[in-house]
């Protein structure tokens, strides 16, 4: 911690944030919608035409420059992302699209909590659809919906969509990305035998289902994305229009669609852990095997020809070469969480073998030295593919 809400980002954690980046690029890029990049300091002008200079209040971090104009750095984007469009859309042969940015975001928030999960500097990534009707508006936002949904199971998280009130946002519709957790701020009810999920607030004392009126239960979660159908609240405000093909002005329809990066690390391990420590969905982990050699020169060639395998074949893998004690390095496998480890001692490589134990198993297996790396490789797309998503 740097200040209240504000955090260095260690170098596993890095790369946790830029494993969740990849999924979270991958799957908006399939869905054509484009990366773009808006700044971060902002002039207050264009939260001074949506009204929201005002609205947003003492969440807005705001400063001067030295010619003494007010600023402000961004908290969301939709007033920026509007008067970019404005200025280059006329036609409706332009729409639809969709544009999107992984960025910091600035909120300086009442109670920063939870390390990442409540930050006043965090990453998220912020989408914007733009769409010539109502209806067109609403498909976009379906599909990004599912692409939502494709994003949450690829990241191996537990979560349910919740239909929320839009609430500051000023938009008709909307739902957020709960991921199940007990310590998590939001309380929501979900069924247990359809999707059916809703805010407590707005499910308020019913006990059944509402679709197929099976019994709901109580959850706790964290807010890992939240999706809004926006219509034209803010293209009237700012004036984002084009033509429609009969020749009229009009304004664009808009979604926005948010997840936040940074807060998704600090979920998955919310959801994620033993005593132990961190045990990572195969998708987010830092690094998926770590090679742990217990034992003198010999030892460590064996464990440093495995440990080259695996990296020649693309795996994400780290080698523990440090002189501590077993347990010690045991114990920091378990803390850091990753999802293989493979063990050689110098009792095993005696015989030619060595250890390879999943996180989440407790017993570990015996293989060939010569056909460690190839074991670990079959153990990662066994776990790849596993269709339970436990491990996915
Ligand atoms: N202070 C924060 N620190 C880290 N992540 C955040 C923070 N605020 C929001 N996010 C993430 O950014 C996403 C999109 O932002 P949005 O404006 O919808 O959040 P929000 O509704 O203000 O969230 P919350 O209700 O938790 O304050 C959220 O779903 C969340 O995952
Ligand atoms: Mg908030
Ligand atoms: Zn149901």
């Not at 930050?119 to 912020?126: A, I, N, S, W």
């Not at 599912?146 to 990241?155: A, T």
């Not at 669609?257 to 045990?279: K, N």
């Amino acid at each position: 911690m740097v200040g209240a809400g504000l955090y260095d980002m260690l170098p596993l954690g890095v790369r946790v944030v830029r494993k969740v980046t990849e999924v979270v690029r991958r799957e908006m890029d399939a869905a054509g919608a484009q990366e773009m990049l808006l700044p971060a300091l902002l002039p207050a002008t264009y939260f001074k035409e949506s009204g929201r200079w005002e609205s947003f209040g003492p969440e807005l971090i705001r400063l001067q420059d030295r010619r003494r104009q007010d600023y402000h750095l961004g908290p969301t984007h939709e007033e920026i992302v509007t008067d970019l469009v404005r200025r280059s859309l006329s036609s409706y042969r332009q729409l639809p699209f969709t544009l999107y940015q992984v960025q910091t975001k600035f909120r300086d928030e009442p109670r920063p909590r939870g390390g990442l999960l409540r930050c006043r500097e965090f990453l998220m990534k912020d989408a914007y659809s733009f769409d010539q009707s109502e209806e067109a508006g609403r498909s976009s936002y379906d599909n990004m919906r599912q692409v939502y949904e494709r994003i949450f199971d690829r990241l191996g998280l537990d979560y349910r969509v919740v239909q929320a009130d839009s609430g500051a946002m000023g938009g008709s519709l909307s739902a957020e990305f709960q991921i199940l957790a007990q310590t998590g701020e939001d309380a929501l009810v979900a069924c247990a035998e359809c999707s059916y999920a809703a805010n407590v607030e707005v499910a308020g004392e019913q006990k059944d289902c509402p679709s197929c009126g099976a019994s709901l239960k109580s959850y706790r979660g964290i807010e890992g994305g939240h999706i809004f159908l926006l219509g034209t609240h803010y293209s009237k405000a700012m004036s984002a229009q084009f033509l429609d093909p009969a020749g009229n002005q009009t304004p664009v329809v808009m979604g926005c669609y948010g997840i936040g990066i940074s807060r998704l690390v600090a979920a998955a391990i919310e959801q994620h852990h033993d005593d132990a420590g961190i045990v990572w969905p195969l998708s987010m982990a830092p690094y998926h095997v770590i090679v742990t050699p217990l034992g003198g020169d010999e030892v460590l060639q064996a464990a440093e020809g495995i440990y080259q395998t695996l990296i020649e074949q693309g795996v994400d893998a780290m080698l523990d070469d440090r002189s501590e004690r077993p347990g010690a390095k045991f114990k920091d496998a378990d803390l850091i969480g990753f999802p293989i480890r493979v063990t050689v001692g110098k009792r095993g490589l005696a015989e030619g073998k060595v250890e390879l134990k999943r996180r989440t198993e407790p017993e570990a297996v015996a293989v060939a030295v010569t056909d460690a790396a190839e074991a670990v490789i079959r153990m990662l797309n066994d776990d790849m593919h596993d269709p339970s998503g436990e491990t996915a």
